[in-house]
């Protein structure tokens, strides 16, 4: 979730949302960086549930974080329906406060590039990190600016297509993307359109999202200067070596600093 622009999440667009979002390639990922935390663990940016809910469901205690109440309405809903149970917060991952320390925090889905300044960014580091135990660890799923970039050029794309439940129609997601590189970020444009079951438009929706690619320096430094050390660099999730010229995305593993003894 783009915690900047979250309140276009509205009712609306929520109740959509897992039906054009509903990928679940990273979700082995977490189950396996979770199954072997005893504590708590944290999900930031955790929207309607797409990774929480089979974290939940494997028996991780879960604490889950998002600015959207929206989002966070169709989350309690499912918990709710499947008999679960979480610790759900509505709150700006940039005004972190919880008052207790995990074993681990993430933020999935590449949703930290969506804070747009430097200082929101080290606003949000330094909370996780005041937010986590001494041997916890943080996972920031990242693109990797080299690829995504490629993808960014200006051009209406129908980006998903996707049946509605109960043969009821379909949905059909469109994306306008530009660079602004002045700025370094990235606008885009989602046009959602919902069609009955005789093909015939009920309703078109304009979300305007924004985020700005973080390369290996940059977020390195904001991990360095807020006091994290970097344990393990990524570039899939299935645990490959990152590659700047070939890997999607960079999934950063951040820990505190030893601390000495004596």
């Known amino acids: 979730m783009n915690q900047a622009d979250s309140f276009r999440y509205n009712a609306y667009v929520a109740g959509l949302y897992d039906t054009y979002v509903n990928t679940t390639f990273d979700v082995p990922f977490f ?32 604490t889950c974080v998002d600015r959207s109440s929206a989002m966070l309405t169709i989350l309690e809903e499912k918990l709710e329906r499947e008999n679960l149970s979480a610790s759900v917060y509505r709150m700006d991952v ?6 207790k320390q995990f074993e681990l925090a993430f933020i999935p889905f590449h949703s930290f590039s969506e804070l747009l300044a430097e200082s929101d960014q080290r606003k949000t580091l330094t909370g996780i990190y005041e937010h986590l135990s001494e041997s916890g660890r ?21 980006w998903r297509k996707c049946d509605l439940d109960h043969d009821e129609g379909m949905l059909l997601v469109w994306g306008l993307e530009e660079f602004d590189r002045a700025t370094r970020v990235v606008h885009s444009q989602q046009f959602i359109e919902e069609y009955d079951a005789s093909g015939v438009m009920q309703r078109r929706t304009l979300l305007e999202l924004r985020f700005r690619p973080l390369n290996r320096e940059e977020f390195e430094e904001l991990a360095r200067s807020t006091g994290f050390r970097a344990i393990a660099l990524y570039g899939d999730y299935s645990y490959s070596e990152f590659q700047e010229d070939t890997s999607r995305s960079m999934l950063w593993v951040l820990g505190k600093p030893p601390v000495a003894r004596g």
């Open 31 to 62: 189950l396996n960086e979770a199954k072997g935390v005893s504590g708590e663990v944290l999900e930031l940016m955790a929207g309607t549930g797409r990774v929480s809910i089979p974290l939940i469901k494997a028996g991780v205690r879960l």
């Open 94 to 99: 940039r005004d972190l406060n919880l008052g």
């Open 138 to 158: 943080f996972i920031c799923a990242l693109h990797n600016p080299a690829l995504r970039l490629r993808r960014v050029d200006g051009q209406l794309r129908l």
